[in-house]
């Protein structure tokens, strides 16, 4: 699945070219290096995956008496990425990290371990998406539309054919060096998400690598219960396309309608490359209930520092609570006019930690409570 590309070339510093991406409004950044002496440049991939790929390393390596420490030093990795969840770090010190501990701890099957120790469907609201929808083949399709909203490091594509359906993983960012753990990883976590939604004696008819054998083919054909395949072209799923129109037991359209349309919005509005406003403002859209809404997250997503980025928002009369707050709202207008979805479980989703402070917000900005809002959406219907 090929990706359009659109740049805009910012104004650059002493010899740094900062070159903006739109991908489907999934953003990052390429630094270009220019060569003040020939005029050429040279792109180095800046893109950034979350800390949550790495939990689970610390129970690991309780488990095997692995010194992880180490390796993140060497990785340039802050130890606290493991214990605080939705940070940012750049792809290939994860790659690079992951490898080292496999070839120096002799543990090849390292991303089939962590993968059965992590949870999957952790990106907040949006990865709840296939939970809600009808059947497989929408969950599926929802997962496929939104995924550049959340992630920059990969992504997937879905094939039918003669009555297969194969999930096939490519690789967005790249490093330096093969990075078959973060493939072991991602592929372990798509097959346990998929269970999850759909029961867990469900299976897939094969599991697909393109690297040679690994030490995990035998524990990964008997955890999955099917058949798994190396040396192949692709990194892929495969399972049959009648799955495609089996129900999911936790469907919920009217609260499906809301949430795929508040993403549509996402996919179609291009953000203000010059307006750190509206930079800002999309990506907290884009990440409601998720952990990564943070201004911390937020400000590395755009390659600046947290205290600078909050100034800059003060100086265009705003701030970071405040466009937090406001995306909240406005997500939870539809959800509670347009839904039946309880008030405890929109202020779960919108990243509250309890309902009250989701009410107190909500009436801050309202004027009244969330259940004065339903109750009034409600007398305007027909």
């Known amino acids: 699945m090929s990706e359009a ?73 802050d130890r606290g990425a493991l214990s605080s969840a939705g940070g940012l770090l750049p792809f290939r010190a994860v790659s690079d990290f992951l490898e080292d501990v496999a070839e120096a701890e002799n543990m090849p099957d390292l991303g089939f371990r962590l993968g059965l120790i992590q949870k999957p469907l952790q990106y907040g609201i949006i990865s709840q998406l296939p939970a809600i929808s009808p059947d497989i083949g929408s969950a599926f399709a929802n997962f496929i539309k939104y995924q550049k909203l959340y992630s920059q490091s990969s992504h997937w594509e879905l094939i039918v054919d003669d009555g297969f359906v194969f999930m096939r993983r490519h690789d967005v960012a790249q490093s330096a ?35 040679d054998s690994f030490a995990a083919i035998d524990a990964m054909r008997r955890h999955f219960n099917c058949p798994v395949f190396c040396g192949m072209l692709h990194n892929q799923i495969a399972f049959s396309e009648d799955d495609l129109s089996k129900p999911i037991a936790t469907s919920n359209p009217a609260l499906l309608f809301v949430l795929t349309q508040h993403f549509d919005q996402l996919l179609q509005a291009v953000p203000n490359p010059n307006d750190l406003t509206s930079l800002v403002f999309h990506n907290i859209r884009s990440n409601l209930g998720d952990h990564r809404c943070t201004l911390d997250w ?75 809002e339903r109750l009034s959406a409600r007398k305007m219907r027909p």
């Not at 590309?5 to 953003?27: A, C, D, K, Q, V």
């Not at 753990?181 to 346990?192: C, N």
């Open 177 to 211: 060096r093969a990075n078959p753990q973060l493939v072991l990883l991602s592929v372990t976590l798509a097959v346990t998400a998929v269970k999850a939604i759909t029961g867990q004696q469900w299976r897939p008819t094969g599991i697909y690598f393109d690297m």
């Open 298 to 372: 937020t400000a590395r997503a755009l390659h600046m520092h947290p205290r600078t980025m909050q100034r800059l928002l003060i100086e265009e009369g705003t701030s970071f609570r405040e466009l937090l707050q406001k995306a909240r709202v406005e997500l939870a207008d539809y959800l509670l006019r347009l839904t039946r979805t309880p008030i405890s479980d929109i202020s779960s989703l919108l990243g509250y930690s309890n309902v009250s402070g989701f009410s107190r917000a909500f009436e801050k900005i309202r004027g009244h409570s969330p259940t004065q």
């Open 5 to 77: 590309l659109s740049g805009h070339l910012l104004p650059y510093r002493e010899t740094s070219i900062f070159i903006y991406h739109f991908t489907n409004m999934n953003y990052h950044y390429t630094t270009a290096v220019m060569d003040t002496h020939s005029g050429t440049t040279n792109a180095v991939d800046d893109r950034l995956i979350s800390s949550d790929v790495l939990s689970g390393c610390d129970e690991l390596a309780q488990q095997t008496g692995i010194n992880i420490a180490f390796y993140l030093g060497r990785a340039g990795i």
